[in-house]
């Protein structure tokens, strides 16, 4: 549901359920809503029975790649022969995403049992759960949970370890989260070898979204055909989604919705539409790492995998940021792209220097200094910077550039050419 | 199923390489060096640089060779269109925030920087309106300085320190543009090995304060050589301005020092040039040492070998080739015969992250050459006996004193006032000034060539003895350290060698006979 808004009649309200209900929060009322069931049932399965379920599912990580979480939690080695760890991403740092820290303050018992029912699956005898550091109500949350299941002995031989991050976006890409468990500088490391093969302490890892692993008890109890029925568009993606909504928009909040559900009606209808008197101007559909859109294209899309693709995006972590036509859009990229320059973990080249030298020429345009040049040099730095590192924050930095050089051309225009009155920033 | 080969195609040839080999070394195979920065083979891979990108066919983005393993059927572009564009984009990324103070940065002339944006990067900047990130420059460390503007982190000298030095103190502080090369606040860089980070830097930004502004890189002239610190035998490469010594630097054998040198061994080269050096042989006259010609001076020290009878001592110097020990001997060799050699003690310091590598507490490049000649450790020994032998032959600069009441013969570079009672002074060359070769504390036989010229008329000790030892047996005369080699190759433990078979990597001697475990 759009807490703190009340459900709305098209929300498919799965994971939401009980969000605003203080007193699903503790064990006992978790416990008394049904909680920890199906925790129960799946470690009387066998663990490949458990991933099969999983996989039928069709349900997809939730983190931003939308990677068939059954098929990874299959990489893990068939014979163990080392111990096995699940990590559970619960850093969300990307900016317009709010999702996980509401599943968190809401509903952690949920959390810790998807957590020990994929750490089951994938035959692992700890869990690190890494936290994002500015979570502060979320994690005392978690650890109030975490010490009263622990205390009810629910998770069987399962270790689940919280770990509070220190506040780096970096740490929220698997494998640089998992450098920072290890206790070293949260750098993203080259693949392969992929976590499956060599994650955290070199063993064996599968690393998960929070809202993913959420959404496993329900795959138990109802079945991997009733999840895969919820699918409003592309048969690839199923199940539902929570999408925070952010920006300009009436009615900001988390909305679950089924996945393929119309991106228009999740603005217009649920989130309440523009402020009054506003019009739509961008949106960027899935956490500010993915390209922005315009209006006929937000207008247009619809919020699945495929759909999101389909007009040049990504639906991401389902970070939804909504700009109306007080939006400056230059100003706006700039701000992203500072985010990434102050991010880069420096490692790369292409994203240490690149993402600065970006911020650097958007701050000069919009101080009007610009050159007509400078757009073609954002678009070259930028294809420069895309597919070329380790991880993907140097893409994350380029798409919103791109993306608003492509849709917006003529606000870039207009402060290079002195028709739009210059802005410092600050 | 066992395939002990993988078949790839790197820029159009064909190559056969080891499973897991990485594209950039298996370029090399082929002669193409993929231009790269944090790659360096005796560091773990970082693949942080980004250089290396290369089109491999079916795949579909760029992959970064110093991190791609070799797969059957590969089909790799290094110079395909896309690639380039890639690197030539990293290079401008670099020099956005890079001063270009080349004229006054000891690296140019042999930065890997300077060198890929030669070959591959823009002609001009597009970084026009800015400042660039400045950092002052930081003292690591006893023979370090850090240049953080010059830095383009790659890296190295932080991997060194962390997996081979196991000394971790440098990091990345700092993120995104901001970042730099941290010390530990209570640290400093002075590990025993700690100067390999200035040999591994690519660019001008870790330096030696040693050699701060000696040279330009193009002003250099360089010789293989082997290293004197102590009895590991590192491979180097002597660095020479004007025909001096300037800076020593590790030459890579993998068998030995792999790329690395120890502080100790980087800084011994000051008396490579010392300037006091004894220029003519000199014979007595009249209770004076006089200057004289080669022929007067060797006819003179023939005379007193044939003259003398019984017992005879040769004291040599750990720095004397095997070839200079072995005919030093063979001169000898009708005499009741002892040799002996100096031997320094140090600490041990050993380079962890590496398998049998260490400043080693022997002292001496070639005591285990002195050893499988016959000559022994124990100089006390050598100094009682000498005091009454009939001749005693002191070859190189033997610290102690030597005194006889037969006839002294000193060969050395320099006159120290203890060998001023000689009959005859052989004024010879140093290491620096001679081809020869030394024996390692694991038995490999490693030759190290002539640098510079030898001053005035001294001549190199192999060529003396071989002088004094043809005369006297009627035998050939060496005409070069070649020769004498293989003079002192017709028995063992050395039989079998050769210069040839030496190469620039060395060779063991057979069976390790001699040679401690």
Not at chain 1, 22 to 36: C, D, Q
Not at chain 1, 83 to 96: F, K, Q, R, T
Not at chain 1, 378 to 402: H, Q
Request: aromatic share 8%; with cysteine; proline share 6%.
């Amino acid at each position: 549901m759009g807490y703190p808004h009340k459900p709305h009649s098209r929300e498919t309200v799965i994971l939401s359920k009980y969000f605003g209900d203080a007193e699903a929060r503790s064990f006992k009322g978790w416990k008394k809503r049904g909680g920890y069931e199906m925790l129960d049932k799946a470690l009387a399965m066998d663990p490949n029975a458990v991933i099969d379920e999983v996989k039928s599912s069709g349900l997809r990580g939730r983190g931003g790649a939308g990677f068939p979480t059954g098929l990874k939690w299959s990489f893990m080695p068939k014979e163990k022969k080392k111990a096995h760890y699940l990590c559970v991403n619960a850093d969300e740092s990307e900016p317009g995403t709010f999702k996980d820290r509401e599943i968190m303050r809401w509903t952690p018992h949920a959390l810790l049992e998807g957590t020990a029912i994929a750490a089951h699956a994938i035959r692992a005898e700890i869990a690190y759960i890494y936290v994002r550091g500015e979570f502060t109500e979320p994690l005392a949350i978690m650890e109030q949970a975490l010490a009263e299941a622990n205390a009810a002995k629910v998770f069987g031989k399962i270790k689940i370890f919280l770990h509070r991050g220190a506040g780096a976006y970096i740490c929220g890409e698997e494998t640089a989260l998992m450098s920072s468990i290890e206790g070293k500088r949260g750098n993203p490391r080259i693949k392969p070898p992929f976590p499956a093969a060599a994650g955290v302490f070199g063993l064996p890892t599968t690393i998960n979204n929070v809202e993913t692993l959420v959404a496993v008890p329900h795959i138990l109890k109802h079945g991997a055909e009733w999840y895969k029925k919820m699918s409003l568009s592309n048969p690839k993606s199923t199940g539902t989604k929570l999408f925070s909504i952010c920006g300009h928009i009436a009615k900001p909040g988390n909305y679950e919705v089924t996945l393929g559900f119309p991106l228009k009606d999740l603005l217009y209808e649920l989130a309440g539409g523009m402020r009054q008197g506003r019009t739509l101007k961008a949106c960027i559909p899935g956490g500010s790492s993915v390209p922005m859109l315009n209006r006929e294209e937000t207008e247009s899309t619809l919020l699945d995998y495929e759909g999101c693709v389909e007009k040049g995006t990504m639906l991401g972590s389902g970070g939804v940021i909504v700009f109306d036509d007080t939006a400056d859009m230059v100003y706006q990229t700039m701000r992203l792209t500072r985010f990434y320059a102050h991010e880069s973990c420096a490692q790369c080249t292409q994203c240490r220097e690149g993402t600065a030298w970006t911020t650097k020429i958007l701050e000069r345009i919009l101080a009007g200094q610009g050159k007509m040049s400078d757009l073609d040099l954002l678009l070259e730095l930028s294809e420069n910077m895309t597919g070329k590192t380790i991880c993907v924050l140097s893409d994350s930095c380029a798409a919103p550039v791109v993306s608003a050089i492509k849709r917006f051309r003529n606000e870039f225009e207009d402060y290079i050419a002195g028709r739009r009155k210059p802005v410092m920033a600050a | 199923m066992a395939d002990s080969v993988v078949n790839l195609t790197i820029d159009g040839v064909p190559v056969t390489v080891p499973p897991g080999t990485l594209l950039i070394e298996a370029a090399k195979q082929v002669g193409v060096l993929v231009p790269h920065y944090c790659y360096h083979p005796g560091l773990p891979v970082a693949g942080v640089c980004r250089m290396c990108l290369v089109h491999v066919e079916k795949q579909p983005k760029l992959a970064i060779a110093c991190a791609t393993q070799v797969a059957e059927g590969m089909v790799v572009t290094t110079t395909a269109p896309e690639a380039k564009a890639a690197r030539q984009g990293v290079l401008e990324f670099l020099l956005i925030n890079h001063p270009l103070d080349c004229p006054i940065c000891d690296q140019a002339g042999e930065c890997e920087l300077q060198d890929f944006v030669f070959q591959e990067g823009r002609a001009a900047t597009r970084y026009t309106e800015y400042s660039k990130r400045f950092n002052p420059v930081e003292d690591f460390g006893p023979d370090v300085l850090y240049v953080p503007n010059r830095c383009i982190l790659c890296t190295r000298c932080v991997r060194f320190m962390e997996d081979v030095a196991k000394e971790p103190v440098l990091n990345v502080s700092e993120r995104g543009d901001r970042a730099f090369i941290g010390i530990h606040p209570e640290a400093r860089l002075d590990h025993p090995w700690a100067g390999n980070v200035v040999d591994l830097c690519p660019v001008g930004s870790l330096l030696s304060k040693d050699f701060l502004h000696k040279a330009r890189a193009w002003e250099l002239d360089k010789a293989a050589s082997v290293c004197t610190g102590c009895s590991q035998g590192c491979n180097v490469t002597l660095d020479l301005r004007d025909n001096t010594v300037v800076r020593v630097r590790p030459r890579p054998n993998l068998e030995v020092n792999r790329y690395f040198i120890c502080d100790h061994g980087r800084a011994n080269y000051r008396w490579m040039n010392r300037g006091d050096r004894i220029e003519a042989p000199l014979v007595r006259e009249g209770g004076e040492l006089v200057a004289t010609d080669w022929d007067t001076a060797l006819d003179r020290v023939r005379g007193l070998v044939r003259g003398a009878n019984g017992k005879a001592v040769t004291i040599a110097s750990p720095l004397a080739s095997t070839e200079a020990l072995y005919l030093a001997r063979r001169l000898l060799s009708r005499f009741d015969w002892m040799g002996a050699f100096q031997m320094v003690q140090g600490e041990e310091a050993p380079l962890a992250g590496v398998p049998n590598l260490a400043l080693r507490a022997d002292r001496a490049p070639n005591g285990t050459g002195a050893e499988l000649l016959g000559y022994t450790k124990d100089v006390a020994a050598a100094v009682a006996a000498a005091a009454t032998a009939a001749l005693v032959f002191v070859l190189g600069e033997a610290d102690v004193p030597v005194e006889t009441k037969g006839v002294l013969v000193y060969a050395g570079t320099t006159l120290p006032d203890h060998a001023r009672g000689a009959a005859v002074v052989l004024p010879i060359a140093n290491v620096a000034e001679e081809d020869g070769t030394y024996v390692n504390r694991d038995g490999r036989v490693q030759r190290y060539f002539q640098a510079k010229p030898a001053p005035g008329m001294a001549r190199p000790a192999w060529w003396v003895l071989s002088e004094l030892v043809a005369e006297h047996e009627g035998a050939v005369r060496a005409v070069s350290a070649e020769d004498a080699f293989d003079m002192l190759a017709e028995a063992e433990p050395f039989s079998g060698l050769s210069y040839a078979k030496l190469g620039l990597a060395g060779a063991r001697v057979r069976n390790g006979a001699g040679v401690p475990a």
